[in-house]
Each structure stands twice: as C-alpha cells, then as structure tokens.
C-alpha cells in the first residue's frame, strides 16, 4: 500500500489524473481528463469505427479556481498510427503535454490555455481529419462535434479568436486542411511537419511495393501486417477514392496488379489530384484570414514533407498570405518536443485572445 506522502507526491508530480475540475483545487499545476466525445459525424461509417470519441484534454493551474476566467482552447491532432495519448505518455522525448505546457506557464513562456487531443484512429489507423463516406465525415467531427462539445463542458472562449489547431504529420494535414476550411471556428494553425499534401501515386511519394502490397489485400484481418507505409496508402483512399460497392476496404485504388505488373487506374488516380497543394489556390480569402505556422526537419525521413513545406511556403507567399516556414535540423519526429514547447505553443499563445 503506497504511504500518505508517496500518495502526495505522485500527484504532485502527475501521472495523468482524470478528475473534477473541483477536485483539483489543491494542485498548484493543471490537470489532465479523458472525455469520451459524441461524434455524430462518424455515425454509419462504413468501416464500422465508434462514434463516441475518447479525447484527452487539459486543463491550466488557474481552471479550477478562476470560475469565471474562459481560456482559448488549442486543437492538437495526433499522426498516423498513434491516438489521443501520443502527446501524453513520452513517445516524443519524453513528452506529456500537461508537463510542458505547466512549465511554459510558470516561465512567463505561454498564457494559460486548454489543450485537447481526439483520437483520431480508425481501422486505416488514421482518419486524416478528412470526411468520407467510407471513414465517415473526420472533418466535422473536428470542427463541429469536438468544438462544440468543448464549449458546451469547458470554460473555452467560444469564437474564432480563441480556437487554433494544431499537429504533427497527419496531424499537420489536418490542422491545415481542416484549418483553411473552417476559418469561421479556428483563427490560426501550426503544422508540424505535415505529411502527405501532394502526390502519393508512384509519380509522387508512394512505392510501388507498397501499392502492389494494398492490391493484394482481399480480407480485413490482412490489413495490420501489411506495413505502415502500405496502410498510409490505404488510409488516403479511403478518403480520396472512397467506394461504398467495394468492400471489405470500401474504397478503389489507383492501382491494379496485372501479372507482375502494377498498372495505373486513370479514373481514380485522377481524385487524388484532389490533395491538399492542389486545394490551396482556391483558399485564399480562407487563409488570408488566419495566422498559419509549419515547420519540417530538413533530415526526414518522408522526403516529400519538407519539399511540400518549402513549396507550401512559396506559394503562401505569392498569394500574399501572411505566414511563417522554417526548416530545422531534424527528422521526422526527434525535435518535436522541443518544437512544440519552443514554437507551437507560444505561437498560440500571441495570436489566441
């Protein structure tokens, strides 16, 4: 049985606590819950994932005992294959959020705000923030049914000014699609080294091993041993070229194997043109309405992201977007801790109010 003062100092210090606001009135630091999230936007999806969401949100020192304070609230989106705990339990350099942004705070280095992480994971192992009849609507989960259920239970500040979103790989993804096309709820956006936001056909950033592994799936229970890079392809075409007549996957792609062969299937390979660097252009008015932030290691792994966050960077500028880019030494994930602490979290806590 642990002793009185062992029970003290493990909250002191803070394992992740799932408490009542009112109960953590004797905790000098901010506190940490696991809600469960309705989603209706999910509801029916062909995959048959949950419609109720768990999603980890937390709480600054101030929230328990400033009953009439609101606080700016930042959306943090999770990467592939990961769910509302990545940003929590150390896989990033020993990252905890609450741990962070308390630190931050007590330094005079961010104002105080709410972070909330869904979990984002599906069968595909990644919902990328995207709607879909096949993965159901990922997008208005976020901004409408995570955003509103935060204003309904939290003391957030309930407008634009006080919303950003944020994340890291397909995280980034969503915070920028999602972001650009909701500037009526969020007000600024920081992507962490986005993936995926132009080509993944062979042309681009896809393999061919790894289409001619997808091809090959007939089953569900095939899908886990497949690889990471092989499900990252699948996951997109469950949004790009979704397909409700084509189970058990119940999406087309762009693929077919004939022989040894793996030959192009031009009607689908043409909805994927539809990615994020394709959509830009046509969001301006959106996104000269918000502040934007992306970074990228110059040393990734994903060779296509910090290519996509130069170009991304470039065409920002030339339509007279207000931004700022930055390439770092680094690799997909080693400086994301840092990153978050030193960049993202302070970026929001200028531009929230």
């Given at each position: 049985?642990?002793?009185?003062?062992?029970?003290?100092?493990?909250?002191?210090?803070?394992?992740?606590?799932?408490?009542?606001?009112?109960?953590?009135?004797?905790?000098?630091?901010?506190?940490?819950?696991?809600?469960?999230?309705?989603?209706?936007?999910?509801?029916?999806?062909?995959?048959?994932?949950?419609?109720?969401?768990?999603?980890?949100?937390?709480?600054?020192?101030?929230?328990?005992?400033?009953?009439?304070?609101?606080?700016?609230?930042?959306?943090?989106?999770?990467?592939?294959?990961?769910?509302?705990?990545?940003?929590?339990?150390?896989?990033?350099?020993?990252?905890?959020?609450?741990?962070?942004?308390?630190?931050?705070?007590?330094?005079?280095?961010?104002?105080?705000?709410?972070?909330?992480?869904?979990?984002?994971?599906?069968?595909?192992?990644?919902?990328?923030?995207?709607?879909?009849?096949?993965?159901?609507?990922?997008?208005?989960?976020?901004?409408?049914?995570?955003?509103?259920?935060?204003?309904?239970?939290?003391?957030?500040?309930?407008?634009?000014?006080?919303?950003?979103?944020?994340?890291?790989?397909?995280?980034?993804?969503?915070?920028?699609?999602?972001?650009?096309?909701?500037?009526?709820?969020?007000?600024?956006?920081?992507?962490?080294?986005?993936?995926?936001?132009?080509?993944?056909?062979?042309?681009?950033?896809?393999?061919?091993?790894?289409?001619?592994?997808?091809?090959?799936?007939?089953?569900?229970?095939?899908?886990?041993?497949?690889?990471?890079?092989?499900?990252?392809?699948?996951?997109?075409?469950?949004?790009?070229?979704?397909?409700?007549?084509?189970?058990?996957?119940?999406?087309?792609?762009?693929?077919?194997?004939?022989?040894?062969?793996?030959?192009?299937?031009?009607?689908?390979?043409?909805?994927?043109?539809?990615?994020?660097?394709?959509?830009?252009?046509?969001?301006?008015?959106?996104?000269?309405?918000?502040?934007?932030?992306?970074?990228?290691?110059?040393?990734?792994?994903?060779?296509?992201?910090?290519?996509?966050?130069?170009?991304?960077?470039?065409?920002?500028?030339?339509?007279?977007?207000?931004?700022?880019?930055?390439?770092?030494?680094?690799?997909?994930?080693?400086?994301?801790?840092?990153?978050?602490?030193?960049?993202?979290?302070?970026?929001?806590?200028?531009v929230l109010h």
């Amino acid at each position: 049985m642990l002793s009185h003062r062992t029970f003290r100092i493990l909250v002191v210090v803070g394992a992740i606590q799932t408490l009542n606001p009112a109960q953590s009135s004797a905790q000098s630091g901010g506190i940490t819950h696991v809600d469960s999230v309705p989603a209706p936007s999910l509801r029916n999806n062909l995959l048959g994932d949950a419609d109720i969401r768990a999603a980890t949100v937390y709480l600054p020192p101030s929230y328990s005992k400033s009953r009439g304070k609101r606080y700016p609230v930042v959306y943090l989106l999770h990467g592939f294959g990961a769910d509302h705990r990545a940003f929590m339990k150390g896989n990033y350099q020993d990252l905890n959020v609450r741990i962070s942004m308390d630190s931050l705070i007590k330094a005079g280095l961010s104002r105080e705000m709410i972070v909330v992480t869904p979990n984002a994971r599906n069968f595909f192992d990644g919902s990328f923030y995207t709607n879909s009849v096949t993965t159901g609507n990922w997008e208005d989960f976020i901004a409408r049914d995570l955003v509103k259920y935060m204003d309904r239970h939290y003391r957030t500040i309930r407008n634009p000014s006080g919303r950003g979103i944020a994340g890291h790989s397909m995280g980034g993804y969503g915070a920028l699609r999602v972001g650009m096309n909701h500037p009526e709820v969020f007000s600024a956006i920081y992507a962490l080294s986005p993936c995926c936001l132009g080509d993944y056909t062979v042309a681009g950033a896809g393999s061919a091993r790894d289409w001619k592994i997808d091809a090959s799936l007939t089953d569900r229970s095939q899908y886990a041993k497949a690889g990471f890079l092989a499900n990252l392809l699948y996951a997109q075409a469950g949004f790009y070229s979704p397909d409700p007549s084509n189970p058990p996957f119940f999406a087309d792609l762009p693929y077919r194997i004939e022989g040894d062969s793996l030959v192009l299937v031009p009607e689908v390979a043409a909805k994927w043109a539809q990615n994020p660097m394709s959509m830009f252009a046509a969001h301006v008015a959106q996104l000269k309405r918000m502040k934007i932030a992306l970074d990228a290691g110059r040393e990734d792994g994903f060779k296509d992201i910090p290519v996509n966050v130069q170009k991304l960077d470039s065409l920002l500028t030339s339509m007279g977007v207000a931004h700022t880019a930055e390439l770092y030494d680094g690799n997909h994930g080693d400086k994301f801790r840092a990153r978050l602490e030193s960049k993202a979290f302070p970026f929001f806590s200028r531009v929230l109010h």
